[in-house]
């Protein structure tokens, strides 16, 4: 008797073809690649450990460039191995404030390359060369042509600049990207937040290598969404490094300021190792030399805790913020989950138990539970799976345009969860205008001087007409992966102008901490500015329209009333060359009684119109 394959509905047509996606960790120090078989999540290891390095060495010019472990070999080559190329990512040069030992190519408004042996290499192609080491050695464990794609994660404050970076870096290493994701929401699925029944409230709280991350989550009726997020794409463990090696110069009555780079990229790599000996004893004796003075020194983890306080204390900053925009109180948090290499330092667990006032899950290797989270979110996208968590991210800074004035008109607020759809309605400024520039804005404060410009595009075809007649629908879509779209029509003709705004490079340290924070600074003083703003705008908007209804109904008026109408329209353009709200305020409260009494004239007379010729019996 034969058999008969029969394939279900919904499946392959080899119901026994295997298919697998990736969960990547492309980190700042190491990157891991993770991968659901049998349903169990597990990291894949290189050799003795799942952390791959994530160096490239590129200063042979007659062989590839050398990834991982192997890199490592040629560390002290600091020009040809490029270390944290992920602190790069979507940055303009001029954006590159962090110390670092490379030679960078490239103009200032864009993203460097890094000047090596093998020529100029940027931190896209860099990465690229991490993740297809990653891909081909997930190749080699699984079976041929089973991978289906990949979800990578990014830190949750990467702005889109950074996103699309990490996005092309993964194209031109060969993966289908099936999704980007945060990397605080990766860890709360590695640790089944979503199978919990009841409501609750995490904050994520990830200290990696080279980033800090803070995300507040909430769970409600199988949704799994996030609050708010917060934190600092250039700070993490490096710094911690970098710290307890200036400390060390410091105890040798050395200044830092005199020591080369070469001599602390040591120090921090030694830094690093005695960090790492206090996760497991409580003191480490540290005998070395520093530019020929020989250093001795005992270093427990009460010091170890002072040196480290500027990093501790900015990390929970961030926390506090974070709970402020989400309004939630440290009360009413479920747990608090640690993830990154960082959190193993007991000086770090105490210091969030301390300040949260309860213990923090950490029970998953905070090194893999970002890569574990993130394949489980992919085996769910390849198998659509009805466990399936519904991920809300938010978008991380507010999205608007500019308006008359220099005005930012927030469309899409922060912390708004993704993927999202905002519309909202303009007009036009002046008569007769047939064209409008659309500025996408990014950022907290009042006027666009304030804020970060990420794009411009025109819409033409406006039919001409009065101002204030026309309708302008602008169009702000983002997507699950973070990819903004903005889109302008005109409603009576359906013209259309749109653009993917993927801005050349991303936020500074600087730039990402004044965006948050000069919002809440200056709320005051940017209240008074718009309130001044809208009020100059009114009455230039008013004077426009009184001066084209003259054009067409001056004849109505008497000669006192013409010449009264005009003296308060003069006066009222002489007070807006004062930056005085009151003095502006009183000259158009003294026009309106002209100009009210010109549009009830004209009023009268389109009455009359309409109704010559009629007789009341019509009625």
């Given at each position: 008797m034969s058999l008969l394959q029969i394939s279900e509905p919904n499946q392959s047509k080899n119901p026994h073809q295997h298919r697998y996606a990736l969960g990547i960790d492309l980190g700042t120090t190491h990157s891991l690649v993770a991968v659901v078989r049998s349903g169990r999540a597990n990291a894949l290891p290189f050799g003795d450990s799942p952390l791959l390095p994530s160096v490239v060495y590129y200063g042979n010019k007659s062989s590839a460039p050398v990834v991982g472990n192997a890199a490592l070999v040629y560390a002290d080559d600091l020009k040809n191995t490029i270390i944290s190329a992920k602190r790069f990512m979507g940055r303009a040069k001029s954006d590159i404030k962090f110390s670092h030992p490379y030679t960078l190519a490239g103009n200032d408004k864009t993203m460097p390359a890094f000047v090596t042996a093998q020529g100029e290499k940027s931190p896209v192609e860099t990465s690229a060369h991490i993740l297809k080491h990653l891909k081909n050695h997930a190749a080699a464990a699984l079976p041929p042509d089973s991978i289906q794609g990949a979800?990578?994660?990014?830190?949750?404050?990467?702005?889109?600049?950074?996103?699309?970076?990490?996005?092309?870096a993964a194209t031109a290493a060969g993966l289908t990207v099936l999704?980007?994701?945060?990397?605080?929401?990766?860890?709360?699925?590695?640790?089944?937040?979503?199978?919990?029944?009841?409501?609750?409230?995490?904050?994520?709280?990830?200290?990696?290598?080279?980033?800090?991350?803070?995300?507040?989550?909430?769970?409600?009726?199988?949704?799994?969404?996030?609050?708010?997020?917060?934190?600092?794409?250039?700070?993490g463990g490096d710094d911690i490094d970098r710290l307890i090696a200036n400390w060390l110069i410091k105890t040798a009555n050395l200044n830092p300021a005199d020591i080369d780079h070469s001599e602390k990229s040591r120090?921090?790599?030694?830094?690093?190792?005695?960090?790492?000996?206090?996760?497991?004893?409580?003191?480490?004796?540290?005998?070395?030399?520093?530019?020929?003075?020989?250093?001795?020194?005992?270093?427990?983890?009460?010091?170890?805790?002072?040196?480290?306080?500027?990093?501790?204390?900015?990390?929970?900053?961030?926390?506090?913020?974070?709970m402020l925009d989400a309004k939630v109180d440290k009360s009413a948090l479920n747990d608090i989950i640690l993830v990154g290499g960082s959190t193993r330092m007991?000086?770090?667990?105490?210091?969030?138990?301390?300040?949260?006032?309860?213990?923090?899950?950490?029970?998953?290797?905070?090194?893999?539970?970002?890569?574990?989270?993130?394949?489980?979110?992919?085996?769910?996208?390849?198998?659509?799976?009805?466990?399936?968590?519904?991920?809300?991210?938010?978008?991380p800074l507010s999205l608007g345009i500019e308006t008359m004035g220099g005005l930012m008109e927030v469309i899409i607020p922060r912390n708004t969860p993704i993927p999202v759809t905002r519309r909202q309605v303009f007009t036009t400024h002046q008569d007769g205008q047939t064209g409008m520039i659309i500025q996408v804005v990014q950022g907290e404060r009042d006027t666009v001087a304030d804020c970060r410009r990420l794009a411009r595009f025109e819409l033409h075809g406006i039919p001409p007409m009065k101002?204030?007649?026309?309708?302008?629908?602008?169009?702000?879509?983002?997507?699950?992966?973070?990819?903004?779209?903005?889109?302008?029509?005109?409603?009576?003709?359906?013209?259309?102008?749109?653009?993917?705004?993927?801005?050349?490079?991303?936020?500074?340290?600087?730039?990402?901490?004044?965006l948050l924070q000069a919002g809440f600074i200056h709320a005051a003083e940017d209240k008074a500015a718009r309130m001044l703003i809208e009020t100059k705008v009114e009455a230039e908007r008013e004077l426009l329209a009184l001066q084209s209804a003259l054009t067409d109904f001056a004849d109505l008026l008497s000669d006192d009333e013409h010449?009264?109408?005009?003296?308060?329209?003069?006066?009222?353009?002489?007070?807006?060359?004062?930056?005085?709200?009151?003095?502006?305020?009183?000259?158009?409260?003294?026009l309106k009684v002209h100009s009210d009494h010109f549009a009830s004239v004209i009023m009268d007379k389109n009455v009359k119109d309409a109704l010559a010729g009629t007789r009341t019996s019509d009625w």
């Open positions: 979800v990578i994660t990014v830190p949750a404050y990467f702005d889109d600049a950074q996103r699309t970076a990490t996005k092309d999704r980007l994701l945060n990397e605080p929401t990766a860890a709360a699925i590695a640790y089944g937040i979503d199978k919990n029944t009841a409501q609750g409230n995490y904050l994520v709280y990830d200290l990696g290598g080279g980033t800090f991350d803070v995300s507040l989550l909430r769970l409600s009726d199988g949704v799994f969404e996030v609050l708010a997020t917060g934190g600092n794409s250039a700070l120090l921090a790599k030694l830094a690093k190792t005695y960090k790492q000996a206090l996760s497991e004893q409580d003191s480490v004796l540290i005998e070395l030399n520093i530019a020929n003075t020989p250093v001795s020194v005992s270093l427990d983890n009460a010091t170890l805790s002072q040196i480290i306080e500027p990093v501790i204390r900015r990390t929970l900053q961030s926390c506090e913020q974070v007991p000086v770090i667990r105490d210091a969030v138990e301390a300040h949260f006032g309860r213990v923090p899950l950490c029970s998953i290797n905070p090194d893999e539970v970002v890569a574990i989270g993130a394949s489980i979110a992919a085996d769910q996208l390849i198998n659509q799976s009805k466990d399936a968590l519904l991920l809300l991210d938010v978008t101002a204030g007649l026309a309708r302008v629908e602008v169009t702000y879509a983002i997507d699950a992966n973070g990819q903004l779209t903005v889109s302008a029509r005109e409603t009576t003709t359906d013209i259309v102008s749109q653009i993917q705004v993927s801005p050349s490079y991303g936020l500074s340290e600087e730039q990402q901490e004044q010449a009264n109408l005009r003296h308060h329209m003069q006066a009222t353009t002489d007070a807006l060359t004062t930056d005085d709200k009151a003095v502006i305020d009183q000259a158009i409260k003294a």
